[in-house]
C-alpha cells in the first residue's frame, strides 16, 4: 500500500484590475510577492488590464515572462472596473480570492490577517478601513457617495469599506451566478449572503498616480446601484403623484368655493403658463424615472457577454458570462 499523499496547500488568488497603472505595478508586485512567500500557501496572481494604452500591461508580461503565477487578462476595451473584477473572479482557480487594487493603499501587510480571519469559517471578510488617506475633497466625495447608497439602497453596506476582502471559492462560484449586465459589486456581495466578517485594517497613502475613480464615476455607480437595488425612486415618484393630485384637489374646492361666495379673483397668464410648465417638468422627471429601469430591463435582455478578452497571458480564457 502506497503512503498517503499530503494534501496540496490552498491555493490563493489575488484579484487585482488594472487600468494605467504603470507606476504602481512593479511595487505591488514586490510587496506583494514578500508577503505570499511567507504564506503557508501557493499563491497566483490575476491582473485584469482595462484597457490601459501605457506601460502597465507591457510591465505585467514583463514579470510574468520569469514568474508563471502571474497571469494577465487583458480586456479588448475599457468595460469598467465593475467588469473587470468579473472577468478576474473568473478566470481566478484559487480556493481563496483575495481582490484588491495595485494601488498600495490597502497593504499588502494586511494579506495574512485576511487568510487568518477567513479561515475561522467565514465565506467572505470586507477590509475596513480604520481612517481614509485622502484629502479632505476625496473624503466629502466618498461620504457622499455611501450616502447615496445607505439612504437610498438600503443594503447595510459596512461604513468605511475598503476595497480589500477576501472570500471562498464557494462565495466566488455564487457570485459568478450573477449574469446582471448592470453591476454594483458590493450590491452582489451583500446580496449573496453566506457568513462574512470584517477586518479592519490601517489603510496608507497611494503609492503613485492618481485615483481613476473620480466623483463622477462614484455617483454613476451610486445610481447603478439604486437602480439595480432599490424600487425607491418609483416608490417615491407614486407618492409625490399622489401628493400633488391631493393638493390639486384642494385647490379645486378652494377655487369652486370662492366663486361659490362671490370672491373676485382672476388669475394671471404667468401663473397659469408656470403652473402649466412645472406640471410638465414634474411629469417629465418621473416618465424618466421609470424609462431607466425599461432602459436597465432591455439591456439585460439582451445577455450580452459582461466582457470581451483579447489575450491572456499564462492561463486560459474563463468561460464568456452572460
Known amino acids: 500500500m502506497s503512503p498517503a499523499q499530503p494534501a496540496a496547500l490552498p491555493l490563493l488568488s489575488l484579484v487585482v484590475p488594472v487600468y494605467y497603472e ?26 485584469v488590464d482595462d484597457g490601459s494604452t501605457d506601460q502597465t500591461v507591457a510591465i505585467i508580461k514583463e514579470h510574468a515572462r520569469t514568474n508563471p503565477a502571474i497571469r494577465l487578462v487583458e480586456l479588448s476595451y475599457n468595460h469598467g472596473k465593475q467588469a473587470a473584477v468579473t472577468a478576474g473572479i473568473a ?90 449586465q448592470n453591476r454594483f459589486i458590493e450590491g452582489i456581495f451583500m446580496h449573496i449572503g453566506l457568513k462574512r466578517s470584517t477586518l479592519l485594517i490601517e489603510q496608507r497613502e497611494r503609492f503613485a498616480g492618481t485615483s481613476k475613480f473620480n466623483f463622477s464615476r462614484k455617483m454613476n455607480l451610486a445610481f447603478d446601484a439604486i437602480f439595480d437595488f432599490s424600487e425607491k425612486p418609483l416608490k417615491a415618484a407614486v407618492k409625490f403623484g399622489a401628493f400633488l393630485s391631493i393638493a390639486a384637489s384642494i385647490f379645486l374646492v378652494g377655487i369652486l368655493l370662492a366663486k361659490l361666495f362671490l370672491i373676485e379673483f382672476q388669475a394671471g397668464w404667468p401663473s397659469l403658463i408656470g403652473a402649466i410648465v412645472l406640471g410638465t417638468g414634474i411629469q417629465l422627471f418621473f416618465v424618466g424615472i421609470v424609462a431607466i429601469y425599461i432602459g436597465r430591463i432591455y439591456r439585460e435582455t439582451k445577455r450580452r457577454p459582461l466582457f470581451s478578452v483579447k489575450e491572456v497571458t499564462n492561463g486560459v480564457s474563463a468561460p464568456v458570462l452572460h
Not at 505591488?28 to 503557508?40: C, D, H, K, M, N
Not at 457617495?145 to 439602497?153: A, E, I, K, Q, S
Open 91 to 180: 478566470h481566478a482557480k484559487g480556493d481563496y480570492l483575495l481582490y484588491m487594487d495595485p494601488d498600495l493603499q490597502d497593504p499588502p501587510t494586511e494579506i495574512p490577517h485576511f487568510v487568518t480571519e477567513l479561515e475561522k469559517g467565514y465565506d467572505l471578510v470586507f477590509g475596513i478601513r480604520r481612517e481614509k488617506m485622502d484629502g479632505p475633497l476625496n473624503k466629502l466625495m466618498s461620504s457622499v457617495f455611501w450616502g447615496t447608497l445607505d439612504r437610498f439602497t438600503g443594503l447595510a453596506i459596512p461604513k468605511g469599506l475598503a476595497v480589500m476582502r477576501i472570500f471562498t471559492r464557494r462565495f466566488a462560484d455564487q457570485f459568478l451566478q450573477y449574469p446582471e
Open 22 to 47: 504603470e507606476e504602481c505595478i512593479a511595487q505591488f508586485i514586490a510587496e506583494t510577492g514578500a508577503v505570499l512567500a511567507s504564506l503557508p500557501l501557493r499563491h497566483e496572481y490575476v491582473f
